[in-house]
């Protein structure tokens, strides 16, 4: 049994020497020094370089993988129920004999897991390429003491007239076979390091193309493992296996979407014609409907909503509405807590990906329920203005959702059409401000709002009722007292504007703009006293820039008016600026480039609007002479330091000269 140590030892070696080896291979390449740079870096670190571990390991591989597959296979052979023990080699396994099969059984118990997760990371770096096995046996003869191990009989030597596919599948198989009877039944006894080991073995086999290729062919296969993860999630609760669960999840969603992808190209390349047909493909076909034990995507949902619902039970409305359930107070998630909700989403906004249009349209409610209710659980103010993970993977989901190809689907559209409508109504509602949500992040449901308006098309969100709540949105954060609100409303509203829809954009002018130049003026009587009130009026001003330049030819001169007698209000004369505080020398700074900016752009204009108000052409000549005062005592100040010679910091006793 000492040697299955070693060998658990040595694949332990093996998995950090790859780990380390990959680290060195993502990180940016160092400058090439000089030799005397290098000389005086001898010594600073005692580094050893990245490859020295694998460099350690690399010569024991032909034999170390041989041994290891050995090991797995009687591993698997030692698990299997009483009733099949009939298929136990009768003259024992690699690593043991028939007599101390009993006592075996535990050595593999707990040497079997690092054994795993290293086979996987050899094929996959080997891309499940094959070593002639009378080579690895030549090899290992000639490597002393594990010469005696390799040459025992083993029962899991390939026969000969096995393919190179199907050696490959039989690897796979067993990989897949250990990992999802170990994780069907885990024993309350074994450590959470041998659940670890096997979800990594997993997410690094998916990572090789023949695997997932494998596992989407046998659709049977992902949904058992699916449905044994979801099991595994019953009784393991730390955050960081169910991470690490949702990453395989991922993966074998990822291989699924490849695969289904490749079916459609190969259809639309038999026959140009079939185009409608290969959108058809996937699951729920015509009907919709997705089977329970045979859809992948079904298997996926129970899995992640059990995820959603263990961090965020609001999101379970019979719980919610139970009259026995206590109200629920808002908090925020923890950090793993957070990544883990936000894998989720993730992951849940590309499911529709792999079915049909009408399949889709059977999923899609409870998904973008789901996704809409984490916006509305999570998107919570913070002390930074951070977006947490889970908002980011909400609203990236809601623009995958609102932007695939269904759509464009003739079949489905107006069934689509009507859910994302009813799913921007709730987006509204969410976002109304309310006492019981003090905490509401403002910026993150308009955000969400503004992923509508510009990806849904005017078609969805033209409705009256949305509109209007969609410029309700917009003027409530306006009229914000958070300066960062007001900054992060101006960005947004500047997309909107610059929509190439301009029926979708012009209501929103119409509304909205008034206010904009209302905010703006009010800012003269009450200079910004920090950089975040400072970025608001910045951002302010270009949405009334845009607004100038979207102008037809005959209103130009009215619109720029606004925008110079605003800039112009900005400026401080010279007694006010130098006792103004930053933010306000940052502001007169601001509108003065901005109006040399503007003048060469629209000349005609510019002039007509300067040449009727005298006194704003005053004031703007005055701050130009002071700016260009201030600029020449500026260089002339840098001019004479650098003529100014530097005593000698070094003194000499004595004179050559």
């Known amino acids: 049994m000492e040697k299955l140590a070693v060998l658990k030892a040595w694949a332990e070696v093996y998995i950090v020497a790859m780990k380390i080896k990959k680290e060195a291979e993502n990180k940016p390449q160092r400058e090439v020094k000089s030799n005397e740079e290098e000389e005086d870096d001898f010594g600073a670190a005692d580094v050893l370089p990245p490859d020295s571990l694998i460099t350690l390991v ?40 028939p007599e101390t099969i009993d006592t075996a059984r535990l050595h593999y118990r707990n040497s079997w897991a690092p ?19 009378s080579e690895d046996m030549a090899t290992s003869l000639q490597r002393g003491p594990a010469a005696a191990v390799h040459s025992q009989p ?12 199907d050696v490959v599948k039989d690897r796979i198989h067993l990989l897949l076979g ?17 659940v670890t080991a096997c979800l990594q073995a997993l997410r690094t086999l998916l990572d090789s193309p023949c695997v997932r290729t494998h596992i989407a062919e046998d659709q049977l296969l992902g949904v058992e493992l699916l449905n044994v993860l979801h099991r595994l999630l019953l009784t393991r609760d730390p955050p960081s296996v169910q991470l690490q669960v949702t990453g395989v999840v991922w993966e074998t969603i990822r291989a699924a979407q490849d695969y289904l992808q490749e079916q459609r190209r190969a259809k639309c390349k038999e026959d140009a014609s079939e185009k409608d047909a290969a959108c058809m493909l996937g699951e729920g076909g015509d009907t919709g409907g997705l089977v329970p034990g045979k859809s992948l995507v079904f298997a996926a949902m129970e899995l992640l909503v ?11 409305t019979k719980v919610m509405d139970s009259p026995s359930h206590m109200p629920y107070k808002p908090q925020r998630l923890p950090e793993e807590s957070a990544s883990l909700v936000a894998a989720t989403v993730t992951i849940l906004a590309d499911l529709p990906s792999l079915c049909s249009p009408d399949g889709s349209m059977t999923i899609l409610p409870t998904i973008l329920f789901l996704i809409t209710g984490v916006l509305k659980e999570t998107a919570e103010k913070t002390a930074d203005n951070q977006v947490p993970p889970p908002v980011s993977a909400a609203l990236q989901g809601i623009k995958t959702i609102i932007t695939s190809p269904l759509a464009k689907v003739d079949k489905t559209h107006k069934e689509w059409t009507a859910l994302i409508r009813s799913t921007l109504a709730s987006v509204l509602e969410y976002s109304q401000p309310d006492e019981t949500k003090p905490k509401m992040d403002e910026v993150s449901m308009l955000t969400a709002i503004t992923l509508f308006l510009l990806s849904a098309g005017a078609e969805i969100v033209g409705v009256t009722s949305l509109q209007n709540g969609c410029m309700k949105r917009f003027r409530n954060a306006l009229n914000s007292s958070d300066p960062w609100v007001q900054a992060k409303c101006y960005q947004l509203l500047l997309s909107v504007l610059q929509h190439s829809n301009r029926a979708l954009s012009t209501p929103y002018i119409h509304s909205l703009a008034p206010l904009v130049v209302e905010k703006l003026k009010a800012v003269e009587r009450s200079k910004p006293n920090s950089n975040t009130e400072l970025l608001a009026v910045q ?88 700016s260009q005062a201030s600029s020449k005592a500026k260089a002339a100040a840098r001019l004479a330091q650098t003529t100014v010679q530097a005593a000698p910091t070094i003194k000499l006793k004595t004179s050559f000269f």
């Open 58 to 97: 690399q010569p024991e591989l032909p034999t170390l993988n041989h041994l290891w597959l050995a090991a797995l296979k009687d591993y698997a052979l030692l698990t299997l129920p009483a009733e099949f023990a009939s298929q136990l080699p009768s003259d024992g396994g690699a690593f043991y004999t």
């Open 115 to 133: 054994i795993l997760h290293a086979v996987a990371v050899w094929l996959n770096s080997t891309g499940f390429a094959l070593n002639d096995p």
């Open 154 to 165: 083993s029962s899991s030597t390939s026969p000969a007239s096995k393919t190179q596919e």
């Open 178 to 194: 250990v990992s999802i009877e170990f994780l069907c039944f885990p024993r309350p006894e074994e450590p959470i390091e041998h």
């Open 306 to 316: 059990f995820i959603l619902v263990r961090h965020l039970p609001q999101l379970n």
């Open 539 to 626: 951002e302010g001003i270009k949405v009334l820039e845009t607004l100038v330049a979207m102008g037809e030819e005959q209103n130009r001169v009215q619109l720029l008016a606004l925008l110079v007698t605003t800039l112009i209000s900005y400026l401080l004369d010279e007694n006010a600026f130098t006792s103004a505080p930053p933010a306000s020398k940052g502001l007169h700074e601001f509108a003065l480039q901005d109006l040399m900016r503007i003048g060469p752009l629209y000349p005609s204009a510019f002039k007509t609007v300067i040449g009727a108000a005298p006194e704003l052409k005053s004031r703007l000549e005055t701050a130009i002479r002071a």
